[in-house]
């Protein structure tokens, strides 16, 4: 049986609630068997830090930094990624000029480039948004490089045989069979970008909730160390969430399936008999069960 929306949300919620509890007893008891939770704040220390940082104007220039250089450098690497994994994928001679030199950019990882950054861009703010749109531009890429080479060649052809040319297959053939794939690079993208734009924040920035996290370790404040790390965490989970929201949008054509346990049989509508099936010879309803 599906559970409800309800019971799924309280269910979250009591797991969520359960490991604040623990998090709490452990902390606050001074455990200390391999992991020493004694150094550790409690929950009720990370409250207070955190009710104490939302009264100042530092968290929200923070918040509001970070979100910035988030949002710009995701949405070039969405712009960029999603263009140059088409033509890549549709193009030899674009792949032939533009697929080595990805390749061997794309096993570097991002927070390196910080060094890089800071020679070209005539400001840390530039640079970071660099950081962020590197971070999330090659699994972009990658995602509709590969969901563009799966499409179905039969749906190019039916589309030339209508008369199409090579913009009416793009925007009615290659871009929406790519949509479920270049989304889950997005989503990807944006969690990678999270983590790059903080890392970023901590060696070059002013501001924005990494730097912010790095100071407060600098102070010995752990718990202004857990309060930027629960922001991070919320700002990212909010922000996979709205790409995920906005890739069902766009692909709501799609048929969606529910899990369903092993072993365990479909959900009937309520009112629905046994499934049965029509002879061949006598046409007479018989029970699936009773077929032999």
Known sequence: MTRRPLARYALRAVSLAAALGLWQLLTSLNVDLWLRFSQFPTVADVARAFAYRLSGPDYWTDLTDSLTRIVTGFLLAAVVGVATGVLVARSRLAEDL????????????????????????????????????????????????????????????????????????????VLPGALPGIFGGLSVGIGVSWICVISAEMISGQYGVGYRTWQDYTVVNYAGVLVGMVTIGVLGWVTSTAVELLGRRLTRWLPRTSYVPAGRPPRRARGAGVPVAVSPTTKEDVPHDQLV
């Open 98 to 173: 533009l697929g080595p030199l990805l390749e061997v950019v794309r096993p570097i990882p991002a927070i390196a480039l910080v060094p890089v950054a800071i020679l070209l861009f005539p400001s840390n703010e530039q640079g970071i948004v660099f950081i962020t749109f590197t971070a999330a531009f090659f699994p972009v890429l990658v995602s509709t490089r590969h969901a563009v080479r799966a499409l179905t060649p039969v749906w190019e052809e039916a589309v030339r045989t209508m008369g199409g040319g090579r913009w009416r297959i793009l925007g009615s053939v």
